[in-house]
């Protein structure tokens, strides 16, 4: 276990923020962080970096979540259960699971950061949330130190939320998560978004969870940048949900906008659309903008700093509350 000092945090995190870790280490194992908080429980996690946003230096000692591993625990004849080490890449997991014919998780392709911070916002896209197939995660509990478990019940899963953003944020430490998957007959979600659209193009009448995957990817790639090129960490607002009676009254005037129902009352609200009515997509000030293809993604062309971002982040805050009356929520950790 070695301690470094002073190292830039820009290769830790999608953004690219170009700032300073007073105190750096890379865990690799579950008793190595154990044995680390032995001395230090005032510890700043870092994983993938891919829902974060940093604003300043990091006094406190930053821990890299390194933990790497794959391993099936059972199977049946209709499922396989895994579990997967924390510092596993999300990514690569899922191309992983799609080569052993493994499906579930198809319609999160290419979704930035590591498989221990997937649980903590319950990622999601294109009609699938990671929590439909979490059976448990395991985490290390800061304060004793010791290895515990969450059934899905207990992570308390919500719209890009779990316990992991409330009542335990900051005393785990996300060590593995395991899910339950399936072998055959798989359930398919090609509803949502342009992914029966990509598949039409293709002529695919019939698609595999690789050809599910293959169509994530291409619409994903065509309107997200990749953060080896643009700084930037997806998503950066959660898709407000608001009354359908505020709905009616908007849609007065504002005869196009999008919705999707969420119950008989409450309808959800795109906040890409709603950032691009008012007229921020493919704005660019300096080195940091809006993307100009996902009004949803902010980036850092170059040497952005997390300040500069997270002030423009509040600026489209302060206009769609202005013009829709809609608080719209950051997705993305502010640090």
Not at 22 to 36: A, G, H, N, P, T
Not at 49 to 72: A, C, F, P, R, Y
Not at 179 to 194: I, P, R, S, V
Request: with cysteine; net charge negative.
């Amino acid at each position: 276990m070695n301690i470094q000092e002073n190292i830039s945090l820009k290769n830790y995190n999608t953004f690219g923020i170009d700032v300073n870790a007073k105190r750096f280490v890379s865990i690799e194992s579950v008793y190595e962080l154990q044995q680390l908080l032995k001395k230090e429980k005032d510890v700043f996690l870092v994983s993938g970096g891919s829902n974060m946003l940093l604003t300043s230096d990091i006094e406190k000692l930053v821990v890299h979540i390194n933990i790497q591993g794959i391993s099936i625990d059972k199977e049946d004849e209709n499922h396989v259960y895994l579990t997967v080490n924390a510092g596993e890449n999300w990514h690569d997991f899922v191309l992983w699971t799609i080569s052993q014919d493994y499906g579930g998780i198809e319609n999160l392709s290419l979704i930035p950061g590591n498989v221990g911070t997937c649980p903590i916002q319950n990622i999601g896209a294109y009609g699938v949330e990671v929590k439909d197939v979490i059976t448990k995660v395991e985490a290390i509990e800061i304060e004793s130190r010791k290895l515990v478990s969450f059934s899905n019940k207990e992570c308390d899963f919500g719209y890009r939320n779990s316990i992991f953003k409330n009542e335990a944020k900051g005393k785990y430490i996300i060590t593995s998560v395991s899910f339950q998957l399936t072998k055959k007959n798989h359930q398919l979600n090609t509803y949502y978004g342009a992914i029966e659209t990509e598949l039409a193009s293709k002529n695919i009448t019939n698609p595999t969870i690789k050809d599910v995957s293959d169509a994530v990817i291409a619409i994903r790639q065509s309107k997200l940048p990749d953060p080896k090129e643009i700084g930037n960490s997806g998503s950066f607002f959660k898709n407000p949900v608001i009354s359908q009676k505020h709905f009616n009254k908007l849609q007065e005037e504002y005869s196009d906008i999008p919705s999707y129902k969420v119950s008989e009352t409450e309808v959800k609200v795109p906040a890409g659309w709603l950032i691009e009515k008012s007229g921020f997509k493919g704005k660019r000030f300096g080195d940091y903008g809006v993307h100009e293809k996902q009004a949803l993604v902010l980036v850092n062309y170059g040497n952005a700093s997390g300040k500069e971002i997270y002030q423009l982040a509040q600026k489209i805050q302060r206009t769609i509350k202005e013009k829709f009356g809609i608080d719209l929520e950051i997705e993305v950790n502010v640090i």
